[in-house]
């Protein structure tokens, strides 16, 4: 049966075993991946999920279910088990479905152009990347991964108050990270661009950045151990922001689990930090008119001119503040409970360029790469030691790469120490439960660098 027909006979049935609000949320998801080594597909996946969750209030308490099938067997199946787990739900203040916003924009975040990009052609731009990489420099020995994915995700979520909204989106993206070898010396560089417009993927482009990446890690020197100003490069700054997003989570401050509890109006970075989440961002893979209950997006201000203006907030944790929802309620999957989490969320760039904010070092350090981001840090006092990857600077100039480094810190009295902000905005994949986020690079005052 088609997804209407379900939820008619859903919530027919929930009403009569004593359901009162109901939800039914809808998800597919259509991936493509391909790997390529040295002109061979390596491995080739295409794959087709989609699920459907039920949300409910029986007695009170919200029951949770979910299914990947639209039949009648479903039916009984939802509204057994979302009734039997609503009577384990114990928190103090119950969550709601929601009844809808006011108004919702009407922003696309599906390209219809992308979508008619073969298989074939998608496979042809990995092998013209691959041709590009190996002509660059005669250094180029391989890849570690050389892989080109897309995915088209549609989503519909519809319940008992008359809610029905729906939307679709898709994207693409390139993975690479290629090996260089000088004598006995082997090296790799990595780099990656997401995008909805494929005519944008250029092959010389793209093997020109992930070549020099690898090539500048050649005649790696050590550097003095001590603390030094530190520049954050756009794609390590972005990383590390991503690591330290749930900090802003209501849901976060309300378990005791980030240091801004009873912080919002108050001053908690350098006066040049702002900080904003933005769901309308036209290349923003997370760009949505509506988020996981329901409730219209909107573009915020999370840190203005370095005081906190607002935490993000789903219907339960605004709730318990005393609020309204930001519209930053998250599921993972049809599968997943509701939390908090950004959409698109990043520092506001200056016009200062990044070779600005390099010569501006008398001596200092340049952070490229992050490691181990998530054993390293701790998201509840702030604290990190990471290792990392980058270069030392002299007098404004790169003098060579330093590998195996360490760089130890607290993430709280980072974002006080910021000295510049540059104009290079980019954004990091990472682990999107905790959103698209972007940063430019980043000019720290002084971290503790220790060099192995």
């Avoid at 001119?305 to 907030?313: N, S, Y």
């Amino acid at each position: 049966m088609n997804l209407q027909e379900f939820k008619e006979k859903l919530f027919h049935i929930g009403e009569q075993q004593g359901f009162t609000d109901m939800e039914l949320y809808y998800e597919r998801e259509e991936k493509f991946a391909c790997e390529l080594y040295k002109g061979e597909i390596d491995s080739y996946d295409t794959s087709e999920v989609f699920g459907t969750s039920f949300r409910g209030l029986y007695e009170g308490r919200m029951g949770y279910a979910f299914t990947e099938k639209l039949d009648e067997e479903s039916l009984s199946f939802l509204i057994e088990n979302a009734k039997e787990n609503s009577q384990f739900i114990e928190d103090e203040v119950q969550e709601e479905i929601f009844a809808g916003s006011e108004r919702y924009e009407e922003g696309s975040y599906y390209s219809s152009s992308l979508a008619e990009v073969t298989i074939p052609e998608k496979i042809n731009l990995l092998k013209e990347i691959e041709k590009h990489l190996y002509a660059y420099d005669e250094r180029v020995t391989g890849t570690d991964y050389f892989m080109l994915s897309s995915s088209e995700t549609e989503r519909v979520l519809l319940n008992s108050k008359g809610l029905n909204l729906s939307e679709k989106k898709n994207h693409a993206g390139i993975y690479v990270s290629v090996i260089v070898k000088q004598g006995d010396l082997v090296k790799n560089g990595e780099y990656s661009k997401f995008t909805r417009d494929f005519s944008i993927l250029n092959p010389e482009e793209i093997a020109m950045h992930a070549a020099e990446e690898a090539l500048s890690q050649l005649n790696a020197r050590s550097a003095e151990s001590k603390k030094y100003p530190v520049l954050l490069r756009n794609d390590a700054a972005s990383a590390l922001l991503q690591t330290y997003i749930p900090i802003f989570s209501a849901e976060n401050t309300q378990k005791g689990q980030s240091a801004l509890k009873d912080k919002t109006g108050k001053i908690i970075a350098a006066a040049s930090l702002n900080l904003v989440d933005d769901p309308f961002l036209e290349e923003g893979l997370l760009s949505s008119n509506f988020d996981s209950e329901g409730v219209a997006t909107a573009r915020k201000v999370i840190v203005k001119d370095g005081r906190l203006v607002t935490l993000m907030h789903n219907c339960k944790t605004a709730q318990k503040d005393g609020v309204e929802s930001t519209g930053n309620a998250y599921k993972a999957s049809y599968k997943g409970a509701l939390t908090v989490a950004p959409t698109n969320l990043h520092v506001i760039p200056s016009d200062q360029s990044y070779a600005e904010l390099l010569s501006s070092l008398s001596e200092g350090i340049i952070i490229t790469e992050l490691s181990g981001l998530h054993s390293g840090a701790n998201t509840v006092s702030g604290d990190f030691s990471i290792a990392a990857n980058g270069y030392y600077v002299r007098e404004g100039e790169v003098q060579n790469a330093v590998n195996q480094m360490t760089i130890a810190g607290n993430f709280y009295e980072l974002l006080n120490n910021i000295e510049a902000i540059g104009s290079d905005l980019e954004f990091s994949m990472g682990f999107m439960a905790t959103g698209y986020i972007g940063s430019p690079s980043l000019l720290i005052r002084e971290l503790a660098v220790t060099v192995e």
